[in-house]
């Protein structure tokens, strides 16, 4: 949804599509608990009040025609303008959001278009993590659903602070849309270059249009899975718990894979009127198109694994008590003893102060900040995860990524971790990561990714763990 694209080949019959679950098709149903192995890290089941708009500590609202800055009408031609009215976004009172497009009698068209404020969905390395949603597609079919264009995606974390003026490379994961009231569901991965390119875009690597009975009638759950804890890694597309497209890692090259995956996401949820996926199954809107029929969604819910490290929660103390390293000039640091933040040997953009727990840490870390650590001896066994003990006061929708990458800053990471508000500043909390096993000696880099410019971790120490 986010650019050009979307003329997305079809076979000459679509597949219909099997529940492998027992599917409830009820108007509410509650968050589902966690698949094995995984934890909630974000949901929503819209259950305010009728009429009133989404806690904005959740979500932002897209407004107009376009990001700032970014391409015009979306970069897909569609032809509404996006509100934050409760005409178009609302809480139904029955436990749904409803995003709902409108024609005005003049001929234009009003809708909605609502993110996540947190950008930091994110499989962890060796882990997963699942977005899903569960929502009825727009109740309308036939010459009156020309131009509906509802969409359920995820972009990645770099789009939001520049409109999206990099994609596809960022990566979008589009897990559910469908047009001009098709009963159908289509998805997609859009990665690399426009046009072309590995991803064929504007296309992307997509499902092809798949039938889904009754998901204008009823309520059915769409999800995608990214998986890094398969060889090869996996994006996973489903609907009503059944897989019914998989993209493997191994299909395209390393670096065009890692670009669209391996970082943050954030969750959009929108209906679109025309532009040019619509326009390759019969176009409109046009004047028989019937006004004001809205998708409604029960909840949306984020799930996340650890990455293989430790299943229970990460403890407030400190998980390890063996004592801390430090690097004089030319010496060599162990890597399964606590490498304290401000023993660092290089660092960008950093702050060192008084730690809450004695000694120093290092704050104000954000978004392109770095550590660097020399000479960290892994030995020569395997290395299980690693632990940090952090901290943040960020505001509500402020979080982002740690990654552990080795002997240079571009290399891909080996190991990573999500974050955002523990309490405060000083509220340190240890969390797990698992990494890739390395040995030897090597130097060491933490480095912040984030959606956002602000701040978002203060850092006390960092150990890896056997």
Not at 291 to 297: D, E, I, K, T
Not at 400 to 417: C, H, K, N, Q, T
Request: glycine content about 14%.
């Amino acid at each position: 949804m986010a650019v050009p694209r979307r003329l997305l080949a079809v076979g000459a019959a679509a597949l219909a599509i099997v529940a492998s679950v027992t599917f409830v098709n009820t108007a509410e149903a509650a968050v589902p608990p966690p698949p094995a192995g995984m934890s909630l890290v974000f949901s929503d089941d819209f259950t305010g009040a009728a009429g009133t708009g989404l806690n904005r500590t959740n979500w932002l609202y897209d407004i107009g025609t376009s990001y700032p800055g970014g391409a015009p009408n979306w970069g897909t031609g569609e032809v509404e303008t996006m509100t934050d009215s409760t005409a178009n976004v609302y809480q139904d009172g029955a436990g749904n959001l409803a995003i709902k497009p409108i024609r005005s009698s003049s001929g234009q068209w009003t809708s909605g278009r609502v993110e996540t404020q947190r950008t930091d969905f994110a499989a962890p390395a060796g882990g997963r993590v699942r977005i899903e949603a569960r929502l009825q597609q727009p109740n309308v079919s036939g010459a009156a659903a020309a131009g509906y264009w509802p969409a359920f995606w995820a972009l990645g974390d770099a789009a939001r602070p520049v409109g999206a003026t990099n994609w596809p490379g960022i990566g979008e994961w589009d897990i559910m849309e469908d047009i001009n009231g098709r009963s159908s569901v289509f998805a997609a991965l859009h990665c690399g270059t426009n046009p072309g390119g590995v991803c064929n875009e504007t296309t992307g690597l997509g499902s092809g249009e798949r039938a889904c009975s009754g998901c204008q009638t009823g309520f059915h759950t769409y999800a995608i899975e990214f998986d890094r804890s398969t060889s090869p890694e996996q994006l996973r597309w489903y609907l009503d718990g059944n897989n019914y497209f998989t993209l493997n890692s191994s299909q395209i090259d390393a670096t065009t894979w890692n670009n669209a995956t391996h970082h943050g996401m954030f969750v959009i949820l929108n209906v679109a009127m025309g532009g040019g996926f619509p326009a390759a199954f019969g176009g409109g809107p046009t004047a028989e198109t019937q006004s004001g029929v809205p998708m409604l969604v029960d909840y949306v819910a984020v799930y996340q694994s650890s990455g293989g490290g430790p299943s229970t929660p990460p403890s407030s103390s400190p998980p390890i008590s063996t004592p801390p390293s430090s690097t004089p000039p030319g010496g060599t640091r162990d890597a399964y003893a606590q490498i304290q933040a401000e023993s660092h040997n290089a660092a960008s953009n950093v702050t060192v102060e008084t730690c809450s727990e004695g000694g120093q840490d290092v704050g104000n870390l954000g978004n392109g900040d770095w550590l660097q650590f020399n000479n960290v001896n892994f030995g020569t066994g395997g290395v299980r995860d690693f632990v940090g003990r952090v901290a943040s006061g960020a505001a509500g929708g402020v979080s982002g990524l740690v990654e552990v990458r080795v002997d240079s800053r571009s290399s891909a990471p080996i190991g990573s971790f999500a974050l955002s508000n523990t309490g405060g500043w000083q509220t340190w909390t240890s969390v797990p990561g698992n990494v890739a096993n390395v040995t030897g000696s090597h130097t060491v880099y933490l480095t912040f990714t984030s959606g956002q410019p602000a701040d978002f971790i203060n850092v006390n120490w960092i150990q890896f763990r056997k």
